[in-house]
C-alpha cells in the first residue's frame, strides 16, 4: 500500500474550519484514502474514506485531488472533542488487506 | 450501526498468567478481524489479521505462541496473552471487518489496557 506523509500537529481554534492535508503521492488506481481518528485511549474512529471523488458525511468532508497524489479532511466547525490524533490511511480495496497506520496529525483544538 | 465491543475494557496481571480477550462485532458478521497494539506515544501496531473458522496470519516479529488468536464465530474473536511479562503492557485493540458492509471499512473496538506486573 502507498505511504502517507502527514504533519506531525496543528492547531485549530475551536469553531474554525480544521484542514488536514494529507500526501500520498504514490497511490495506485485500486487504493482508497481513508481518514480515522483516535481520541486519547479510544480505539480509532473511522470518519470518511473515498477512491476519487470528493466526499462529504455528517463528520466531515474529503476533497481528493484531480491526480489523486494528496487529499485534504476538513472538519467544518471544529469544537473541542475533536481534539485527537488524525491518521490518513491509504488502503487496497481487497476485503483482508487491513489498515497499517503511521503516525498522523496531532489536531489539538483550542479555545 | 458498525460496532465492535472488547472485555475487559483493562485488566492488571502478575507476570506469568495467561490473559483473554475478547472482540465482538455487535451489529453485523465479521468476516475478518484483526489485532493491534499500542505502546504508549506510538502507533498502532498490525499484530495479526484473522479469518472466520481460519488460522490467523501474524505479522512479522509477533510470536504466534504467545499471542493465540480464535476466531471460532463470526461475531467474536479472542487474543490469549500466554505467559505475559511486564513488556506485554501495553493497549490492545480489534476491529473488524463484515462482507456486508460498504466498501471495506474497519471498524474498531475500544481497546483493552493490559498491565503485567
Known amino acids: 500500500d502507498a505511504k502517507t506523509t502527514q504533519p506531525t500537529s496543528m492547531d485549530c481554534a475551536e469553531g474554525r474550519a480544521a484542514n488536514l492535508p494529507c500526501n500520498h503521492s504514490t497511490i495506485s488506481g485500486n487504493e482508497y484514502v481513508y481518514w480515522y481518528r483516535q481520541i486519547h485511549s479510544q480505539g480509532p474512529q473511522y470518519i470518511i474514506h473515498?477512491?476519487?471523488n470528493n466526499e462529504t458525511n455528517e463528520m466531515a468532508s474529503l476533497i481528493i485531488t484531480e491526480d489523486r497524489k494528496s487529499s485534504t479532511l476538513i472538519l467544518p466547525h471544529a469544537t473541542l472533542r475533536d481534539t485527537a490524533v488524525y491518521y490518513c490511511i491509504v488502503k487496497r480495496g481487497s476485503g483482508n488487506t487491513p489498515l497499517v497506520f503511521g503516525k498522523g496529525t496531532r489536531l489539538s483544538v483550542i479555545a | 450501526g458498525a460496532v465492535v465491543s472488547q472485555h475487559p475494557s483493562w485488566v492488571i496481571c502478575k507476570s506469568g498468567t495467561s490473559v483473554k480477550i475478547e472482540c465482538r462485532s455487535l451489529?453485523?458478521?465479521?468476516?475478518?478481524m484483526f489485532w493491534y497494539r499500542q505502546f504508549p506515544k506510538q502507533s498502532l501496531m498490525l499484530m495479526a489479521t484473522?479469518?472466520?473458522?481460519?488460522?490467523?496470519?501474524?505479522e512479522q516479529g509477533v510470536e504466534k505462541d504467545k499471542f493465540l488468536i480464535n476466531h471460532a464465530s463470526l461475531t467474536l474473536s479472542t487474543l490469549t496473552v500466554t505467559s505475559a511479562h511486564p513488556e506485554d503492557s501495553s493497549f490492545y485493540i480489534c476491529?473488524?471487518?463484515?462482507?456486508?458492509?460498504?466498501?471495506?471499512?474497519?471498524?474498531f473496538g475500544p481497546g483493552t489496557r493490559l498491565t503485567v506486573l
Open positions: 476491529s473488524a471487518r463484515g462482507a456486508e458492509l460498504s466498501t471495506d471499512t474497519q471498524y
Open positions: 451489529d453485523f458478521q465479521a468476516t475478518t
Open positions: 484473522s479469518n472466520e473458522g481460519s488460522k490467523a496470519t501474524y
Open positions: 473515498g477512491l476519487k
